[in-house]
């Protein structure tokens, strides 16, 4: 969730709900304002780091963006620099716009800095299982150790082979219809996931599982967007009939737990009914089950529920991390390749001269496909799937640069700022891979950015950059992309939200060659 999502409030909410808030408010003034004597007993006359400036009791609260966070993000750390600060409703903000930075608290602060804040709205959702939103702490650590075991750099090499047949799948079905991409990349997504994961091979877009999962989904962005609920400023909201007027967002709340549990529960059934019959294909779950079987008792014949559940739940992860990311990179690729056609003119020539016609790329010609890599960090890069990322929360007091950080403060890493610094990666918004092809020391690598930070960086970035790197290695071996509109665009433009889209676009897709297209139906026969 985007920070944004805990302190914003939008304008339409009913009377009833305003009511409640005025009174809340009105509650809490006496509150804040012995906190605010409290904290600046504690912090020993620092002050806190550069931001705008709060009104009183809101704070700043009409500061946060509601809509194109990065750029409203983005232009606060142009004015306050490498730290930016606001309070809302007595909660402290804290965007940190400098890797350096970043990596001072997320890094070497660790121990203070890979807590998460908590989302009321997105409890009442059933999302309490997402390890991705825990709180730092046992139950964390033991999803992301098992999680870490399956899709470590040493393990993601087992995966290659299904995410070069879904490849080539894909190909396939933007050769018969290109018009239709942004469906051909969610289906891919989801079924290199489900196949990896859970060994269940997808049919169509219109599969039960998909859609499913995309109204889980799709319930999670509107939760993260800023201002969407009110309960996420005032808990206490939870507590009121669903029955009552103004409290339709618990009804809401009630429909989207149905698709969220039914996403995590209904394949990872499948799988566990299947493995009954022994004949089972080789996936994350299976694969976990089976290691937990034989580190039990085979006397009991007992497996602890608790370490089912978790495998349950790092597979759901798995799925909700996954497939909109996918969407959202694969889709800022094609986008690049419409507006920088020498892009795509430099990466066929080096995949002709390394590939050759006869065959696609795979796996094995990684190492020598330098350019291929550098177009797969560029789109990292210039357009981060995740602009804020998932926001961190620091656990006590903190002292940084000579400002105070309360507990409880809860930091967001500015991966877009970060990555569009135009001092470590000039003209950022152009689509340059040539940038990472030079041994300039400044370069960051956007891997190190774009996938979170710390402790909480995102643990499928391995096999998630492999399904980047096959994808586009693929696409440019056998497609000429050009831009759909008569008069060519110059300039890109995305999204808000928790996971950032491009804006639609148009494109056209063809087959370079006869050639090509044999190759493609040959491939994937």
């Known amino acids: 969730m985007a920070a944004t999502s805990y ?49 009183p009791f809101i704070g700043n609260l009409f500061d946060i963006p509601r809509d194109r966070e990065s750029a409203a993000y983005n232009k606060m750390a142009n004015e306050y620099g490498d730290l930016t600060y606001l309070n809302v409703f007595g909660k402290s903000i804290l965007v940190v716009n400098n890797y350096a930075t970043v990596q001072e608290l997320f890094d070497k602060r660790s121990a203070n800095y890979s807590d998460r804040s908590q989302s009321t709205m997105m409890d009442l959702m059933g999302w309490n299982w997402n390890f991705g939103l825990m709180r730092y702490g046992p139950d964390w650590k033991r999803h992301r150790a098992m999680f870490h075991r399956q899709f ?21 079905r933007m050769l018969h219809e ?25 049919q169509d877009q219109d ?3 998909i859609t499913v999962a995309e109204t889980a989904l799709d319930g999670m962005a509107k939760a993260a967007n800023p201002g969407a609920f009110l309960v996420d400023i005032f808990p206490f909201f939870k ?7 103004g409290a339709g967002f618990k009804r809401q709340a009630a429909s989207w737990r149905k698709s969220v549990l039914q996403m995590r529960d209904a394949p990872f059934e499948e799988v566990t009914n299947i493995m009954k019959q022994e004949n089972i294909t080789s996936s994350f779950v299976s694969n976990l089950l089976a290691d937990l079987e034989l580190q039990n008792d085979h006397r009991s014949n007992f497996i602890p529920p608790d370490e089912v559940e978790t495998i349950k739940n790092c597979a759901g992860l798995a799925y909700a991390a996954g497939t909109e990311s996918f969407v959202s990179s694969l889709s800022s ?73 309360p507990a ?3 930091v967001l890493g500015n991966t877009w700022t970060i990555l569009h610094d135009p001092v470590t990666y000039p003209d950022p918004m152009k689509f340059n891979p040539e940038r990472f092809l030079s041994n300039e020391p400044t370069i960051i690598d956007p891997v190190s950015v774009a996938f979170g930070y710390g402790r909480r960086i995102c643990p499928g970035r391995f096999m998630a950059e492999g399904q980047l790197w096959i994808s586009i290695a693929c696409i440019l071996s056998v ?34 060659s006869k050639q090509a297209k044999s190759l493609i139906e040959q491939t994937t026969d």
């Not at 808030?21 to 007993?41: G, K, M, S, W």
């Not at 969610?186 to 489900?194: E, T």
């Open 7 to 55: 302190i914003s409030i939008a304008f339409s909410y009913s009377q009833l709900e305003v009511a409640v808030a005025i009174l809340a408010i009105l509650v809490l003034c006496v509150y804040l304002r012995r906190r605010v004597v409290r904290l600046r007993n504690v912090r020993g006359g620092l002050p806190y780091p550069p931001g705008p400036t709060p009104l």
């Open 152 to 172: 470590q750099p040493s393990g993601v090499s087992a995966f290659w082979p299904t995410q070069s047949k879904e490849a080539h799948k894909l190909l396939l």
């Open 178 to 202: 290109p018009g239709d991409l942004i469906n051909h990349l969610r289906l891919n997504s989801a079924s290199v996931i489900m196949n990896v994961v859970y060994g269940i091979e997808l």
């Open 207 to 209: 599969d039960h599982y």
């Open 239 to 245: 507590y009121v009939p669903s029955w009552m007027p």
């Open 333 to 405: 690729f094609m986008l690049a390749m419409t507006l920088w056609p020498e892009v795509q003119e430099k990466a066929r020539q080096e995949l002709d001269r390394v590939v050759g016609l006869e065959r696609l790329p795979d796996f094995s010609d990684r190492g020598t496909l330098p350019y291929i890599d550098a177009i797969v960090k560029e789109v990292l890069r210039w357009n981060p799937v995740a602009p804020l990322g998932l926001p961190h929360m620091s656990t006590i007091d903190d002292e940084f640069k000579g400002y105070y950080i």
């Open 408 to 410: 409880g403060t809860i």
């Open 479 to 512: 497609f000429d992309i050009t831009s759909g509109d008569r008069e060519r665009r110059t300039e890109a433009a995305f999204g808000s939200g928790l996971i950032c889209h491009p804006l639609p676009f148009k494109t056209s897709i063809n087959v370079r």
